[in-house]
């Protein structure tokens, strides 16, 4: 018997039908829910894998379906709507599309459309648990001219009775019964009885997630409870759980001030996260979060008893008393006095409430502490760890409550009796005085920073006690139990405390000793940061190959200063990128920021100016507001293989560098310490301590100075971290910066094109763009100018041409920059063009190293500095340039053997000078010893055998 031919499916077909239409087909042929194709700035949970995993929705997910799950889909996207039906379903391509084309009622083997299930497609929508959602008695009913199908549920009124309706249906926020208004209640089935534990929420839908847990939960149409509705709770206990928005707590205010006398007990649950204005998360979305069942329990348990604010005068409640009149800036000096009083000395603020509602201020603006219970990631893409403490602006939305905390308002009411006083709600002009008054002066505390262990005083003395300090302006909230800083520790004692902090890098490899003291330096600048006036540098942690410990490093630094790792970001070299995380980081306050793992040159004008600058002044994002000027404390550090610095970037660097000493160094297993940051926060408290002894111990010895250590821009830094460091007997961590220059990317070009002009420019008069190009084209100087080939190559050439325009680029972008003693000049030539040349830089004495003073042109020596190989490191050539005389040109002369004769200390490193044994006319060169500094003074010889003073 002959088979009958297959059925052929015909994809495009099918995909082309279903354009648009995925989140609807989804959600009816998957587990998921139909907003999985909505990107969001959260992750949307798996539920196929109980939300241990992730998705992630494709950029055209809505059109074509197209999702990716780090478990069920190995991380790689589906491809569309098919692939999806067919990964979370465990069947094959052509079995999912048969399902979504008989979902479409289009050709296919399966030509009629499967049955909806439309409560269970609401209940993934919503994230909603169906069996908790079916306690309110849904029923499917179709809604409008087309027939939808929707899910309804029962609205009960005042007196218990159902009376109206709700429909729900996937992707839409449902509707009331037409002319119904939005007035009732969602119950499960129930009214609420006397004795039991009910908990209001806003909606029927986190009344049923709440239900799923366990609890009783009856859900309202909006965010407050009218009062004709109280009488449903009658003698029951009532918790609400408010969203977390302004709309959220006043309506939790409002209800259970409507429940006061009438319900058991009153209380109002936190759920933990940030207040926002509008919009804020509910229970549904806290419970998708990793432990977001747990945190809902907890803040449920920790709910406080209800308190009034707005309502009727008690005089009995402690509270002072503020006359609301139409003067109306006593009113808002007296009120803003109160709320600088706010916690601190409210007697009739629950012990457990005081802390988390005391305000301050911060470049005139009010500020309150929230510790976020995940990751955070802040603009500009900055990711604070959990637990973070932080710092934020009060939303206006706030102020009414807070307000209502501090003080009572109160109005005189004219009556037949005479005058009553009666409380009243804050008025808007307010509000809104408090709000924008820009500065409170000695009202309210200025809050500088948060720190997480004890530091270091600009006095040297020790903060350790916990909570507010009013001399620095920083809040304490310490993580562990520290003992206590010696109060005059010795010499030895620093000794003995920077051992044991060197113990926690015992297992790394070190290029020198010098870059061990660079990360004991990190450890103090970031524990002592408070002490130190001025700017401190950047830490850039640097090795030759990945898996050396650059992270791990940084992260050990952190938790002994933080008790967690430092903020982190991804670094960009996008200016406005890095302006927004900077303005970011000023406002919120961070101890440190990493930029982790840079593959790039590092560098750009606004890191450049937050490296040197104190405070940050910027618009703030979505606003034309600005911040104001911003105390800028940040320690900024950045890790990376061979890590490059810009022009600006590398003099406000401290490299730490790594060199392994294996091929694989993440294969490593010989460690002292296998699980280090498990080691260092079960030490920290010994290792905070220790930190704090070695720059305690530096100022009870009268911070005495230690030689050299000279640093533009960190001059406090230097004198007092490097200075302990150095005081201790440890190597000197500012060593390490000859890397940073080294890898100053402007700096070669610079010493290549300052020695490239003085090979081609052979009379000293200088040359225009056109002219060098010439020269470097000319057949028979193919193999000259070795020095100006190479540095052309790496700015001007174009496929292996050269290009003069880039060239003439270049020249201007480093005119005025000087290399071994010589400077990139240009000076106007024949019809304004510029002429380009090489010129000695004036000496100290203000001389330009030449005539002595003669009337005529000096001769000079011109240093030309090659980066080939040569027998002798400069070439010096005696010119006459004298109008009229041609060119002298003596041979270069070998390098005078060493001497002590008038030994002269290098003006730009400190080193040795090593003076030349030719003399030409009258001057003498010295040449600096030190490899990476290169220097050359012209001195002139006053009398034979003696040199002038430099």
């Not at 098919?82 to 599309?97: K, L, P, R, S, Y």
Request: glycine share 10%; with cysteine.
């Amino acid at each position: 018997m002959p088979q009958k031919p297959k059925k052929s499916i015909d994809f495009t077909a099918i995909k082309q039908a279903a354009e648009g239409r995925w989140g609807d087909i989804i959600s009816a042929l998957t587990p998921l829910p139909r907003d999985v194709l909505t990107k969001r700035g959260d992750d949307h949970p798996c539920p196929v894998c109980d939300g241990k995993t992730v998705i992630w929705p494709a950029d055209d997910a809505e059109t074509t379906g197209s999702i990716a799950c780090r478990n069920c889909t190995g991380n790689k996207p589906t491809g569309d709507g098919i692939g999806t039906v067919a990964a979370f379903n465990g069947i094959t391509q052509g079995e999912a599309a048969k399902l979504v084309a008989g979902y479409l009622g289009i050709a296919g083997e399966q030509s009629n459309p499967p049955e909806r299930d439309i409560i269970a497609e609401v209940c993934r929508d919503k994230r909603m648990p169906i069996d908790a959602f079916k306690q309110f008695n849904p029923t499917i009913e179709k809604r409008g001219r087309n027939k939808n199908p929707v899910a309804r549920v029962p609205v009960y009124n005042e007196s218990g009775v159902v009376h109206s309706y709700y429909d729900f249906a996937p992707g839409h926020k449902g509707w009331f019964a037409r002319g119904g208004g939005m007035a009732g209640m969602f119950f499960p089935g129930r009214l609420p009885k006397p004795g039991e534990t009910w908990h209001i929420v806003e909606g029927c839908k986190d009344a049923a997630a709440l239900i799923g847990l366990g609890f009783n939960a009856a859900g309202l149409p909006t965010s407050f409870l009218a009062d004709k509705y109280a009488q449903l709770f009658q003698g029951v206990n009532v918790v609400i759980v408010p969203d977390l928005d302004n709309a959220g707590q006043n309506g939790a205010q409002r209800t259970g001030g409507n429940l006061k006398g009438i319900a058991a007990s009153v209380r109002i649950a936190r759920l933990p996260g940030e207040m926002v204005e509008k919009h804020g998360e509910d229970v549904r979305d806290v419970l998708r979060r990793t432990g977001g069942d747990k945190s809902v329990r907890d803040a449920i348990a920790a709910a406080e008893p209800w308190a009034p604010r707005d309502g009727e005068h008690d005089p009995k409640d402690g509270r002072p008393e503020v006359l609301v009149t139409l003067n109306y800036g006593w009113c808002v000096d007296q009120v803003t006095t109160t709320l600088g009083k706010l916690g601190w000395s409210t007697p009739w603020i629950p012990q457990t409430k005081r802390e988390r509602l005391k305000l301050y201020q911060r470049c005139g603006v009010l500020v309150h502490v929230v510790t976020e219970d995940d990751p955070t990631e802040i603009s500009g893409h900055v990711t604070m760890p959990a637990g973070t403490p932080r710092i934020r602006p009060l939303p206006m939305g706030q102020l009414p409550l807070r307000i209502a905390d501090a003080c009572q308002l109160v109005v005189e009411k004219v009556t037949d009796e005479g005058i009553e006083i009666a409380a009243t709600p804050p008025p808007r002009w307010l509000i809104e005085g408090v709000f924008t008054r820009g500065e409170y002066g000695r009202d309210v505390p200025t809050l500088t920073g948060i720190i997480a262990a004890p530091t270091l005083r600009a006095d040297g003395t020790i903060l350790q006690a916990t909570g507010y300090d009013a001399k620095t302006g920083l809040l304490h909230v310490p993580g562990d139990k520290f003992e206590k800083v010696p109060e005059k520790p010795s010499q030895t004692d620093a000794q003995r405390a920077a051992k044991e902090l060197l113990e926690v890098v015992a297992d790394f490899e070190w290029c020198d000793d010098a870059d061990k003291s660079a990360w004991l330096a990190l450890v103090l600048s970031q524990i002592g940061r408070s002490a130190i006036s001025g700017c401190v540098p950047m830490f850039a942690i640097t090795a030759t190959t990945r898996g050396s410990g650059k992270s791990l490093l940084s992260d050990a630094s952190s938790v002994i200063a933080f008790g967690r790792p430092a903020a982190r970001k991804p670094y960009s070299r996008d200016d406005e990128e890095q302006r927004k995380a900077i303005t970011a980081t000023a406002i919120e306050a961070l101890q440190a920021v990493l930029l982790d793992n840079v593959d790039k040159e590092l560098g750009g004008a606004a890191l450049d100016a937050a490296l040197t600058a104190t405070t940050w002044s910027d618009r703030v994002l979505g606003s034309s507001k600005t911040t104001g000027d911003l105390p800028l404390r940040t320690i900024w550090s950045a890790t990376g293989n061979n890590l490059r610095f810009g022009t600006d970037l590398a003099r406000r660097v401290l490299p730490i560098r790594l060199q392994p000493t294996v091929e694989n160094p993440e294969e490593r297993t010989d460690f002292e310490h296998a699980d280090l940051l498990g080691w260092v926060r079960e030490n920290r408290p010994r290792l905070a301590v220790a930190a704090l002894t070695i720059l305690r111990a530096y100022f009870v010895a009268g911070r005495p100075q230690q030689p050299g250590g000279a640093w533009g821009s960190y001059e406090a830094w230097s004198a007092l971290v490097r200075g302990a460091i150095v005081w201790t007997g440890l190597a000197d961590p500012l060593a390490t910066r000859e890397t940073a220059k080294a890898d100053d990317s402007s700096g070669s070009i610079v010493r290549g094109l300052v020695g490239g002009l003085l090979e081609v420019d052979q009379h000293g008069d200088g040359m225009t763009v056109r002219e060098i190009v010439k020269e470097l084209n000319r057949d028979d100087n193919a193999d000259r100018f070795p020095t100006l080939r190479d540095a052309v190559a790496e700015v001007a050439t174009t496929r292996g041409t050269i290009d003069q325009r880039r060239l003439g680029y270049a020249l201007r972008k480093y005119r005025g920059r000087i290399a071994n003693g010589w400077q990139i000049v240009a000076e106007s030539g024949h019809g304004g063009i510029l002429r380009w040349l090489a010129k000695p830089v004036r000496t100290e004495n203000g001389c330009d190293g030449g005539d002595g003073g003669d009337k005529n042109p000096r001769p000079y020596v011109r240093e030309v500095c090659v980066s080939h190989p040569h027998t002798h490191s400069t070439h010096k050539e005696h010119t006459h340039g004298s109008v009229g005389n041609s060119g002298e040109t003596c041979q270069p002369s070998q390098p005078s053997p060493p001497s002590s004769k008038n030994p002269l200390p290098c003006p730009r490193c400190g080193g040795d000078m090593e003076p030349a044994e030719i003399v030409v006319n009258g001057y003498r060169n010295y040449d600096c010893t030190t490899p990476s500094c290169g220097h050359v003074k012209p001195v002139k010889v006053q009398a034979e055998g003696q040199e002038a003073k430099a």
